[in-house]
């Protein structure tokens, strides 16, 4: 470990500035403070087994099997897709959603430019504030991938990640949001959670 000096060395009849006993304890509390290296820890002296599992960070993964948003409003749906869990720490809360979109009724290549194209928004939130959003149109093609992230800080309590989405109609004139003609599935999809605990 390595040696910590004072900064100055005091004798009789020396004016004493408190500043020169604080920079020596600046100097030693930093080290407490989590500024530490290879000269303040031995070598192997921390193991694998000295640190409980999860301890600075924790990763959860889930997936949905019917996850679609249905053609039933333009407003969006909220937790369509969702995942609760207790935190016992502060910390940072990295999130990733990813998927294949499929639209049922896609314009035809011929008609593309005339036809209503259908459209699809997806939110993601940390306890209701949104953090990752994106948009996707059956314009062209009725496959899309889709990816989202998003970070936020959390406290200890309960966690709530969701997945909201909204689907509707639109023409390329009036712009006018309608019903969406037909349901999106997501079919392949995937939320990441990884929790950096402090």
């Not at 530490?36 to 193991?47: A, F, G, H, M, T």
């Not at 509707?168 to 969406?180: E, P, R, Y």
């Amino acid at each position: 470990m390595a040696h910590i000096h004072k900064q100055l060395t005091i004798q009789n009849n020396d004016i004493i500035d408190p500043e020169d006993f604080n920079a020596d304890m600046r100097e030693l509390t930093g080290e407490f403070n989590g500024m530490l290296d290879r000269d303040n820890v031995k070598e192997q002296s921390i193991v694998t087994s000295d640190v409980e599992p999860n301890g600075f960070t924790r990763v959860y993964s889930f997936t949905f099997n019917d996850f679609k948003v249905e053609n039933k409003t333009t407003s969006y749906q909220t937790a369509l897709m969702s995942y609760s869990f207790e935190s016992n720490h502060d910390g940072l809360l990295i999130c990733e959603f990813s998927g294949e979109v499929h639209f049922e009724n896609p314009p035809s290549a011929s008609n593309s430019i005339s036809a209503t194209a259908q459209f699809l928004s997806l939110q993601m939130t940390i306890n209701g504030l949104v953090v990752g959003e994106v948009f996707k149109t059956s314009a062209g093609s009725f496959r899309h991938p889709v990816y989202m992230v998003g970070a936020f800080p959390i406290s200890p309590g309960r966690v709530t990640v969701a997945i909201n989405g909204r689907t509707a109609d639109s023409g390329h004139t009036d712009q006018k949001l309608n019903v969406a003609s037909s349901n999106v599935n997501i079919p392949s999809n995937e939320l990441v959670m990884i929790h950096r605990k402090r």
